[in-house]
């Protein structure tokens, strides 16, 4: 019998395990936030935190408390660009980015 994993754990292993699979999300995630697809790009930063920084971590980086962080990221999550900045930032630091725009040169 073959085995299988829930999709959502195999994107969250996919990212843990590359670096460059996790860039990429990344990349894919601020694509997503400018392109005005709100939900799919907190769905795609909560998988970074998840898989990753962590909310714990997360919240110590942008001074954000950890629920308001989680309530953000939910999927009914309208996140300030203020707030969404510090995230951005932080995460893409924790990938190796130098600065959140250095995704995109």
């Known amino acids: 019998m073959a085995l299988t994993i829930d999709y959502r754990e195999g994107v969250l292993k996919d990212i843990r395990e590359n670096p460059e699979v996790a860039r990429e999300y990344y990349r894919e995630a601020v694509k997503a936030t400018i392109n005005g697809e709100t939900d799919v790009a907190n769905s795609m930063f909560r998988d970074l935190v998840n898989a990753g920084i962590g ?41 190796g980015f130098p600065t959140p725009m250095g995704i995109f040169g």
């Open 55 to 95: 909310f714990q971590r997360l919240a110590a980086e942008t001074g954000i408390s950890a629920p308001n962080l989680h309530r953000a990221l939910s999927p009914r999550g309208n996140p300030t660009m203020k707030t969404f900045s510090k995230i951005a930032a932080a995460v893409s630091l924790y990938l």
